[in-house]
C-alpha cells in the first residue's frame, strides 16, 4: 500500500479524508468543500474545493474522475477527465464539475463528486525517426475501425 501525506485545509476540517466505498474500489471518494451549496445550472461548470492538499511521492500521479452514479443520474460530469494532479503540485485539489443535463444540480457539504485514483506514470523521451513501421490499422483513427462488434470464431 502506498503512503502518500495529505493535508486538510482549514475549510475541511470536518470532512472525511479520501476513502474507498468497497474492498476492490480503485478510485476514492472525493466530498465538496464548499461553504454553502452551489447550484450549477443546467451547461454550466465550477471549481468545486475539497479542502486537500497532497503531497504524491515522484513517480506517482492523481487522476480525479467523474463518479458513474452522478453522471448517470444527473447527468454531472468532470471536465479535463481524469484531470491530473502532478507529484510536485501542493495546492488545494479542486475538481471542474460540469452539469450535461437540462436541470439544475446542487453540490452540497461534503457530498462525494468525484473520485481520485492514484496511479504510477512513466515519464519518455521522443526518438526523432524519418517513419514509422506499418501496421494494420495505420493511420486510421476516429471511428475508422466501426462500431459493430466483430463475430466470434
Not at 468497497?22 to 471549481?47: F, I, N, P, T
Not at 503531497?55 to 487522476?63: K, S
Request: proline share 5%; net charge negative.
Amino acid at each position: 500500500m502506498l503512503s502518500v501525506e495529505i493535508v486538510k485545509l482549514a475549510h475541511a476540517q470536518d470532512l472525511p479524508l479520501p476513502a474507498y466505498a468497497s474492498d476492490h474500489a480503485a478510485g476514492m471518494d472525493l466530498c465538496a468543500a464548499v461553504e454553502s451549496d452551489v447550484v450549477l445550472q443546467a451547461g454550466a461548470r465550477k471549481l468545486i474545493p475539497t479542502g486537500l492538499a497532497i503531497a504524491l511521492p515522484e513517480g506517482f500521479e492523481a487522476q480525479v474522475r467523474p463518479r458513474s452514479g452522478l453522471a448517470l443520474k444527473n447527468g454531472i460530469t468532470v471536465l479535463n477527465s481524469p484531470g491530473t494532479i502532478d507529484a510536485d503540485y501542493r495546492g488545494e485539489v479542486c475538481v471542474i464539475l460540469a452539469n450535461l443535463s437540462d436541470e439544475a444540480f446542487t453540490v452540497t457539504r461534503g457530498m462525494r463528486i468525484a473520485q481520485m485514483v492514484v496511479a504510477p506514470y512513466t515519464r519518455a523521451t521522443w526518438r526523432e525517426v524519418e517513419s514509422l513501421d506499418e501496421t494494420a490499422r495505420g493511420g486510421g483513427g476516429f471511428g475508422s475501425t466501426g462500431v459493430a462488434a466483430k463475430k466470434a470464431g
